[in-house]
């Protein structure tokens, strides 16, 4: 079956930085656009960044855009989230998702597959 596993989250101050991984198994990972999106408390689950099966394009989320790169290695199954000037409005649980449609990745719900998540928590 299709498992999405993040890793990578933590605590850490403000303008510190962290690296998100998902790993993948269970799907033909090159087929599949890959996206990171955040729920923080109290809040809708909200888009943070997309790319698509090869690598060549990428999406941010204006809150992120020159922040948080999103980046995925093909032969390793893995999409990675790299986290710079962290900021406390950045604490949230971060998920992995799976879509074999590119478009629409600024939808909340866009993935076939989820990931567990994984604590991401900035302090001041």
């Known amino acids: 079956q299709v498992q ?4 990578g989250g933590g605590l ?8 998100l991984s998902c790993a993948a198994s269970g799907l033909t990972f090159n087929m599949y656009a890959m996206g990171w999106y955040r729920h923080a408390p109290g809040k809708e689950r909200e888009f943070v960044a997309a790319i698509d099966w090869n690598g060549d394009s990428t999406n941010y989320a204006d809150s992120v855009k020159g922040r948080f790169p999103i980046s995925r290695d093909n032969n390793k199954n893995m999409v990675y989230l790299q986290m710079n000037s962290l900021r406390p409005e950045d604490t949230a649980v971060y998920y992995c998702a799976a879509s074999t449609v590119w478009f629409g990745f600024a939808n909340p719900d866009w993935g076939d597959y989820w990931g567990q998540g994984t604590q991401v928590t900035v302090s001041s």
């Open 4 to 7: 999405l596993v993040e890793s």
């Open 12 to 19: 850490v101050q403000a303008g510190g930085s962290l690296r």
